[in-house]
C-alpha cells in the first residue's frame, strides 16, 4: 500500500515514498525476473532468486495464478519441481482440469476485450493512453502465449500413469504410514499431485475412508487418526494438467494399524511411572511439611544471601590440597566457538567427522575453570571430614538424582537438622552446591558423575561436571586454563621436591578432566530419533551391575539405528518373536530368506532383515567374534521405548555368560564405550528424555524421604504421647507413599526386568530363546516333543524326512552330505550345514572340509570325530577311513543323523 498522506509530508514523508517506491520497484522487477525464468526454463536463475527470498512465492498474480500454476501450464517440468521444493502451491480449484480451461477462456476473452476497449476510445480521439494501451497489450500477449502452451500440451499429453511404487507402514496404533515411488511416465505434461484415497474396504465404495490431494515431491505422507486394529486399504494415483490417472494399490493389500503391545498386552512404562507420580503428589500434598517444602521449591530461583553467609560467609573456602576426607568437585569447562560436541560411532557422527572433530579438538583444547595466580586451584569444596563411606554408593544415587533440579538442591538449603545422621550427606551436599553456586553466580552446576574419583592420600571426590557456553568470561578470582597447564602445575611440585604438596594434590582428578568432560557430553546427548537396535553387555561387581554403554550418548546401550519410525507394529513384533514366515506361532515353515524372494515385502520380515544388517556392524564395532554373536539373544519380552520418539531392539549375551565378568567386558572401557553403573544409566535416561516427570518424581523422594528420617529421630526422642501418636500417623503416611513411589520406579526401569529375563529368573521367561544366529537362519529353536529321550544330545531330533543325512546322489558319483555341527554358545543347537562330497570322500576329509567352513581350519581334524545319532540308539562313531556317502543308505529311513563331535 503507499504511505499515507501524513506520512508523505515534509522530508520524512519525501524519503518514506522514494523508499516505498524503490520497493515497489524492486518487487516488480523480482517478480518480472521469475517469469522470464519460467517463460526461459532457466533453473539456475530461479533457484537464486527462490533462495534469496526476494520473491513470494505462493503470491497470486492480476489473473490469480501462483508460481507453480504458470509452470504447470508451460509445462516446465523442472521448474516445476523446484518451485514444490520451495513451498509453491497449485490453486486448488485446479484439481479439475474443466474448471483450468474455462478460467483461461474467459481470462483471455476479458483482457481481449479489454484491449479492444482501449483501442475504440483511441479511434474515437482518446489521448494519453499509451501508457495503459502498452500494458494491457503485454498482460494479453503474456496470457496468449501461457494459453497456446497450455493448449498445445493439452491436446499432445494424457493423464500420467500410476506411481512407481507405494508402500505402507505402521507408525502408531492410529497411523500409517504412505511411501510414494515416483511415477516413471507424466504422459507428457508435469504431474503435480498425488491423490491419496483409503478405505476400510478392498472396493473403496463404503465411503469409510477419504481421500486428500498432497503435492507431487511427498515421498513419505502419514495418515492419522485411523480405527485400531482394522484393515486399512489405500491407493494412490498421479494427478497433471490432463487429470488423475489409474490409481496404483498399496502393498501389502491392506495393512492394520496396531502395536506390539497388543500382542502380549504390554503397559506403557511410562505411563505407569506417570500416574504413580500423580497419585503420590496429589496424597503427599496433604502433608503439611511435605507440601511446604514442594512449594518452597518454585521459590528457590537463586540462593539465599542469607543462608550462603550463614554457612560459609562471603567466599567459598576451595581446598587445593584435599586430605582425607569427602569432597565436592566442579569440573566447568568451555568448548572453542565453534566445535561441535557430537560424537563417533554407535549412532553418532561418521569417522571422518571423528577424524575432524578430534583435528579440531588438538588444535584448540578445553578450557576448564581454576582459580588461583596459576590457574591451576580446581574448584573443590569439602563435604565432610569424616564420611561413611559404606553408605557412599547410594548417597551418590542420590546426588545424581537430584542434580538434575539443582532448583530443588537450592531450596533445601538450612532445613536439615544435624542431629539427624540418616541425612547427614544430603546436609553436607545441599549446603555446599548452594554455596558455591552463590559464590560462582550460577544456577545449574551440571550433572554429577557415576563414580567419585579416589585420590592416593584418601581424599574421595564427588565430581559435578558442566559445560559453560563459549566465549563465557570466568567469575572473579577465577580463569580459564588448559588440562595440559593443569596438569604441568600439578607436576610441578615433584619437580620442585616438595612431597607435601606432590602427595596430597589431586593429581587423579587433575589427570581426568578431559574423560569428564567426555563423559559429560553423552549424559546430555540424546539418539536420533527411531527404532534403533542395540547390545546390552552387563557385568556383576560388588557395588551393583554396570553396563557398557557408548561414551557418545550414555544413555542408553551401544546401538544403531534402523528407521526413522520407533513404532513396531503387531505383526512385526509377532514375526521377530518366532522367525517363521506364515506362521506367527513359529511352528515349521520356510525360512525368511526364501520367503522373501516370493515378492518385494512381507510383514515382518523386511524389520528382520533391517535388525541382521544392523547388528552385524555393531557386533563387530564391539568386537564379538562371529562364533559368539550366534548366542545372543532378542529381548522378546518388550520393544524398549526410551520416549516416544526412539525405541530399540536389545540383543543380550548367552544365558550362561550372562552378568559374568569375563575379560573382555572387564577391558570394555575404550576410546569409544565406558562400563558405567546401571543404576546410573536409568537416572539419565530418564532425566534426558522425560525431564519434567523425573524431576517431580526427584522431588517427591527427596521430600518423603526426609521427611521420614526427621520423624524417624524425632519418634526416638519424643516423649509426649499426643506428640508421638501424630509423629506416627504421619511417618506411616509417607512411609506408605515413599514405598509406592520406589515400587513404581523399579517397575518403570526396563533394566531391572531385563536382568532377571536374562538370567532366566523372570516369570516371562520363555524356554527357548530367538537368537541372533536363529534369526539370521530363519529358525526359531522349539522345546523338545513330548515322548523323546530327554538327553540332553538326543532331544531335537526332527522327523525322520528332515534327519536324511543323504540328501541327494548324482550319477557322477558326487553327492550333497548333510551334517550337523554344535553351537559354541550352546551345545544342544545344532547347526545344519551341506557339503559337496564324492563317494570316495572319507571321513576324516569330512571333518577337514567341515572345520573349514565353521572357522576352525587351525584346529586338528585328530581332535574331532563324526558320529551317527539316532532315536532310540546309542551314539556311535563312524572310523576315519569310513565313507559316509556310500555307508548312509541303511539309515535314510531313520530319523537320524551325522553330527561333528569333539573327543573328549
Not at 553456586?437 to 559435578?464: C, I, P, T
Not at 505383526?571 to 506362521?583: D, I
Request: charged content about 20%; hydrophobic content about 40%.
Amino acid at each position: 500500500d503507499a504511505p499515507s498522506a501524513a506520512g508523505a509530508s515534509g522530508i520524512g514523508g519525501g524519503r518514506s515514498r522514494r523508499r516505498w517506491r524503490k520497493d515497489k520497484d524492486d518487487g516488480r522487477t523480482q517478480y518480472d525476473a521469475a517469469m522470464r525464468c519460467l517463460q526461459d526454463g532457466s533453473l539456475d536463475d530461479l533457484d537464486k532468486l527462490l533462495k534469496s527470498r526476494s520473491v513470494a512465492i505462493n503470491q497470486p498474480d492480476a489473473d490469480g495464478h501462483t508460481f507453480l500454476d504458470i509452470a504447470v501450464m508451460l509445462n516446465q517440468f523442472s521448474c516445476a519441481r523446484l518451485l514444490q521444493l520451495h513451498g509453491a502451491v497449485e490453486t486448488e480449484a485446479y484439481v479439475d482440469p474443466a474448471v483450468r480451461a474455462k478460467r483461461l477462456q474467459k481470462l483471455l476473452h476479458e483482457k481481449q476485450e479489454a484491449l479492444g476497449n482501449i483501442l475504440d476510445e483511441v479511434k474515437r480521439g482518446a489521448k494519453n493512453l499509451s501508457k495503459e494501451h502498452e500494458k494491457k497489450r503485454l498482460d494479453c500477449e503474456r496470457l496468449e502465449q501461457i494459453y497456446r502452451r497450455w493448449n498445445n500440451t493439452c491436446h499432445a499429453a494424457k493423464k500420467p500413469g500410476p506411481p512407481g511404487g507405494v508402500r505402507l507402514a505402521v507408525t502408531s496404533p492410529t497411523s500409517v504410514a504412505v511411501l510414494i515411488t515416483e511415477p516413471t511416465d507424466h504422459c507428457g505434461a508435469v504431474v503435480t499431485r498425488y491423490m491419496v484415497e483409503w478405505s476400510s474396504t478392498a472396493t473403496f465404495a463404503d465411503g469409510s475412508g477419504g481421500n486428500i490431494y498432497i503435492p507431487a515431491i511427498t515421498q513419505e505422507y502419514h495418515l492419522r487418526g485411523l480405527p485400531s486394529g482394522h484393515p486399512v486399504f489405500v491407493r494412490v494415483s498421479c494427478g497433471n494438467l490432463k487429470g488423475f490417472g489409474n490409481p496404483l494399490r498399496s502393498f501389502p493389500a491392506h495393512i492394520v494399524p496396531s502395536s506390539w503391545r497388543e500382542l502380549d498386552s504390554t503397559t506403557d512404562r511410562r505411563s505407569q511411572l506417570r500416574e504413580a507420580i500423580i497419585e503420590v503428589s496429589t496424597a503427599a500434598r496433604e502433608i503439611p511439611e511435605v507440601r511446604a517444602n514442594l512449594e518452597a521449591v518454585a521459590d528457590a530461583d537463586k540462593p539465599r544471601s542469607s543462608v550462603v553467609s550463614q554457612l560459609f560467609g562471603r567466599s567459598v573456602k576451595l581446598h587445593k590440597y584435599p586430605r582425607r576426607g569427602l569432597y565436592f568437585a566442579l569440573v566447568a569447562f568451555q568448548e572453542p566457538a565453534g566445535s561441535d560436541s557430537s560424537g563417533a560411532g554407535y549412532g553418532g557422527s561418521t569417522g571422518g567427522d571423528a577424524k575432524a572433530a578430534a583435528s579440531a579438538s588438538s588444535a584448540e583444547p578445553l578450557m576448564f575453570l581454576a582459580a588461583g595466580a596459576s590457574g591451576a586451584t580446581l574448584p573443590l569444596v569439602m563435604l565432610d571430614s569424616n564420611p561413611a563411606l559404606k553408605e557412599l554408593a547410594t548417597n551418590m544415587q542420590w546426588a545424581q538424582r537430584a542434580c538434575y533440579d539443582w532448583q530443588m538442591v537450592r531450596s533445601l538449603a538450612g532445613t536439615f537438622s544435624e542431629d539427624v545422621g540418616a541425612t547427614a550427606f544430603r546436609r553436607h551436599f545441599v549446603d555446599t552446591t548452594t554455596a558455591l553456586m552463590g559464590a560462582l553466580d550460577m544456577s545449574d552446576l551440571g550433572r554429577v558423575h557415576y563414580e567419585a574419583v579416589r585420590e592416593v592420600n584418601g581424599a574421595v571426590v564427588v565430581v559435578s561436571v558442566v559445560r559453560m557456553p563459549a566465549g563465557c568470561k570466568a567469575p572473579a578470582g577465577f580463569n580459564w586454563s588448559s588440562a595440559d597447564h593443569i596438569q604441568k602445575r600439578a607436576n610441578s611440585y615433584k619437580a620442585a621436591q616438595q612431597p607435601r604438596q606432590e602427595e596430597q594434590y589431586p593429581h587423579k582428578l587433575a589427570a581426568s578432566l578431559p574423560a569428564l568432560a567426555k563423559a559429560y557430553k553423552g549424559i546430555v546427548t540424546q539418539l536420533e530419533p527411531g527404532l534403533h537396535v542395540g547390545v546390552v553387555l552387563p557385568s556383576s561387581t560388588i557395588d551393583g551391575i554396570r553396563m557398557v554403554v557408548p561414551r557418545t550418548h550414555t544413555a542408553t546401550p551401544p546401538c544403531v539405528a534402523v528407521r526413522e519410525s520407533s513404532h513396531v507394529s503387531r505383526t512385526e513384533w509377532s514375526w521377530l518373536q518366532s522367525p517363521t514366515p506364515g506362521n506367527s506361532s513359529g511352528q515349521g515353515g520356510s525360512s525368511p530368506r526364501s520367503a522373501r524372494t516370493q515378492g518385494p515385502f512381507q510383514p515382518g520380515a523386511n524389520l528382520q532383515a533391517d535388525v541382521m544388517s544392523r547388528a552385524i556392524t555393531l557386533f563387530k564395532e564391539l568386537n564379538i567374534n562371529p562364533t559368539d554373536q550366534k548366542g545372543f539373544r532378542l529381548y522378546t519380552l518388550e520393544v524398549v521405548e526410551v520416549s516416544g520418539d526412539t525405541a530399540m531392539l536389545l540383543f543380550m549375551p548367552p544365558k550362561r555368560s550372562f552378568l559374568a565378568a569375563t575379560a573382555a567386558k572387564a577391558e570394555g572401557q575404550t576410546d569409544l564405550l565406558d562400563v558405567i553403573p546401571a543404576a546410573f544409566m536409568d537416572t539419565c535416561q530418564w532425566g534426558l528424555y522425560e525431564p519434567s516427570m523425573f524431576r517431580l518424581f526427584v522431588q517427591l523422594d527427596t521430600m518423603l524421604s526426609n521427611s521420614i528420617a526427621a520423624w524417624t529421630y524425632q519418634l526416638r526422642i519424643s516423649f509426649d504421647q499426643e506428640e508421638t501418636k501424630a509423629l506416627k500417623a504421619k511417618h506411616t503416611q509417607a512411609t506408605e507413599l515413599h514405598t509406592r513411589l520406589s515400587e513404581a520406579w523399579a517397575q518403570a526401569q526396563w533394566t531391572g526386568t531385563l536382568f532377571q529375563w536374562g538370567r532366566g529368573k523372570h516369570a516371562l521367561c520363555p524356554e527357548t530363546f530367538v537368537t541372533y544366529g536363529a534369526l539370521r537362519e530363519g529358525i526359531r529353536l522349539q522345546p523338545a516333543p513330548p515322548g523323546l529321550p530327554q538327553s540332553p544330545r538326543l532331544r531335537r531330533l526332527g522327523d525322520h524326512h528332515q534327519a536324511r543325512m543323504r540328501l541327494e546322489t548324482f550319477t557322477s558319483g558326487s553327492g550333497t552330505l548333510l551334517v550337523y555341527s554344535e553351537a559354541e554358545y550352546d551345545p544342544d543347537v545344532h547347526i545344519e550345514h551341506r557339503l559337496l562330497v564324492t563317494q570316495l570322500t572319507t571321513a576324516k576329509e569330512v571333518i577337514r572340509q567341515l572345520l573349514q567352513e565353521i572357522g576352525h581350519g587351525a584346529a586338528s581334524d585328530e581332535d574331532f570325530s563324526l558320529c551317527v545319532i539316532e532315536e532310540g540308539a546309542a551314539e556311535r562313531r563312524i572310523a576315519d577311513d569310513c565313507r559316509p556317502l556310500l555307508m548312509q543308505s541303511r539309515w535314510q529311513q531313520q530319523a537320524a543323523k551325522l553330527i561333528l563331535r569333539m573327543n573328549s
